[in-house]
């Protein structure tokens, strides 16, 4: 009944996630029992298969600590200067609890103009020269100010005096017994002598509120695994040393056509030079480009190419491939030589989560799926009455006019050609929450199959025990909702 996964794409047709359906197999287990631990590349283990792209409107370092918080990992993008980018794996690799606000300093000798000094954050840190690294001293809450609402009184006197903090190494558990303890209603988070953030009452009790799936990724160093992007410059290489300084677990070689003489001979350089750092390739979406990057030594593949829900690439450049053909071609091959795949682009729903996993991916890599969430950089704006935020391909104009271009071997055209788009996309909340709820339905879809982990779904194709089949349009059409006049869209 059905079709291997062979046999399915060996016919000449390139197919995306929502062409193929697999026929339901056997369940012998409950839906709890479904593991879905991984690696990321050769080295990096995950403890859920999620990773955040390398993109300047999804990771830097508050997506960074939220996926690793969850279990997975974020690749900091490289769209900025060596340093801020070092900075963002540093800022992610230094706290534990996936919180990330930007704390106001001021001096005690400052005054307080307006509600607008307080930032996003309801205190102002009184510090002796008004900087994080100076001794802390007291601080001042936005009650206080509005009861006092007095521009020209001096800090001095109406501060309260405190120099309670907490070391930023410190969980989320420690932090609740401190505030209990301490009947406090937030705590500076201190890393050596610098006041690293702060974190109040209500980040706890909403953060503990989350559903947990599974335990965070801590590296080596006993820190959160954090990966970043680099590109295949000379310069990349003294990148490169930025973020090792800052603790980097894992290097991603970003291009939209890994297949390169520049990323082979980086893909050599950094194995030479680092051999104990993982070096993920790509991307790539045929046997042939896949193979290259293995016999260079990569670590880990990603796998797509102008499937991303921002990406024009096919469009402008005609080539790529349907994005479930590129995973199973390409997983088909990695697997021989042990190398994991990421699953780079498309993912729009949990079902393409189960397909891409099922097809051999490891991981899926996803950029819009996390965008718009209270991680993601950028400030929330209203479009027609709807709350969202910014997300853009790292192939659009605006984004190379920044630097990306490299990406999409622009870096020596005069003239530059976008292969990716601006858009918005609606307010999804926290990681924290809809990762986890995510993650559960891609438990129910491995469960359907009879698969009780990655591994064994992997096996249970190449066995040929998994069939499936092609959608045609019409059962396209039945597989989602239809026939209603109106409904409300709601998973959890
Ligand atoms: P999703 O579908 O998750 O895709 O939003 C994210 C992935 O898209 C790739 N990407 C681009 N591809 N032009 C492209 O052709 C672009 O401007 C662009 N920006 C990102 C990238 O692989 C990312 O992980």
């Not at 080596?220 to 310069?235: C, H, P, Q, Y």
């Given at each position: ?96 609890v ?129 990966g ?22 894992v ?7 890994g ?16 051999p ?38 096919q ?33 729009s ?6 397909k ?80 986890p ?16 982990s ?30 209603l006049?109106s ?6």
């Amino acid at each position: 009944d059905g079709f291997t996964a062979e046999k399915l794409f060996c016919q000449g047709y390139s197919y995306t996630y929502d062409d193929v359906i697999f026929l339901p197999h056997y369940i012998d287990f409950p839906t709890d029992a479904v593991q879905l631990a991984t690696r990321l590349s050769r080295n990096v283990p995950l403890n859920i298969p999620c990773v955040a792209s390398p993109m300047d409107t999804v990771s830097e370092a508050h997506m960074a600590v939220a996926m690793a918080a969850l279990g997975g990992i974020a690749i900091i993008h490289s769209n900025t200067t060596p340093s801020d980018q070092a900075a963002m794996v540093l800022s992610a690799k230094s706290r534990r609890v996936p919180i990330l606000s930007s704390p106001v300093f001021k001096p005690p000798s400052g005054r307080i103009e307006s509600l607008d000094d307080f930032g996003d954050s309801p205190y102002v840190l009184v510090t002796e020269s008004g900087t994080s690294t100076s001794k802390l001293l007291g601080y001042v809450s936005r009650l206080d100010w509005q009861r006092l609402n007095n521009k020209e009184v001096k800090i001095y006197d109406y501060m309260v005096n405190s120099s309670d903090s907490v070391p930023s190494s410190n969980d989320l558990g420690q932090i609740d017994s401190f505030l209990k303890e301490k009947k406090s209603n937030f705590v500076p988070l201190m890393n050596n002598d610098e006041v690293l953030d702060l974190v109040t009452k209500e980040d706890v009790e909403r953060i503990k509120g989350y559903p947990k799936l599974a335990a965070g990724s801590v590296g080596a160093d006993g820190k959160w695994l954090v990966g970043a992007s680099i590109g295949t410059r000379e310069s990349d290489k003294e990148r490169l040393e930025h973020l090792l300084k800052a603790g980097v677990n894992v290097v991603v070689l970003d291009s939209s056509q890994g297949n390169s003489i520049y990323q082979l001979e980086m893909i050599k350089y950094i194995k030479n030079s680092y051999p104990e750092l993982d070096v993920i390739g790509g991307n790539v979406v045929t046997m042939y480009q896949a193979d290259n990057l293995i016999q260079a030594g990569v670590d880990g593949l990603r796998v797509g190419m102008g499937s991303g829900s921002i990406c024009t690439t096919q469009e402008v450049c005609a080539v790529g491939r349907g994005q479930a053909t590129a995973v199973y071609k390409v997983s088909s091959i990695a697997y021989k030589s042990g190398v994991p795949v990421i699953a780079d682009g498309g993912i729009s729903n949990s079902g393409h989560i189960v397909k891409a996993l099922t097809l051999g991916a490891s991981t899926v890599m996803m950029g819009s799926f996390l965008a718009g969430s209270t991680e993601a950089p950028g400030a929330y704006e209203y479009q027609n009455g709807v709350r969202v935020k910014k997300y853009r391909g790292m192939g659009s104009l605006e984004a190379m006019t920044k630097g990306s271009d490299a990406r999409y071997l622009g870096d020596t055209a005069k003239l530059k050609i976008a292969q990716g788009v601006v858009g918005a996309v609606k307010d999804k909340g926290s990681v924290l929450k809809f990762v986890p709820y995510t993650l559960q339905a891609v438990k129910q879809g491995f469960q359907d199959l009879g698969a009780s982990s990655l591994q064994s779904a992997h096996d249970l194709l190449r066995s040929k025990v998994l069939r499936l089949e092609v959608r045609t349009g019409a059962a396209q059409v039945e597989g989602g909702v239809h026939g209603l006049v109106s409904y409300e869209k709601k998973s959890f």
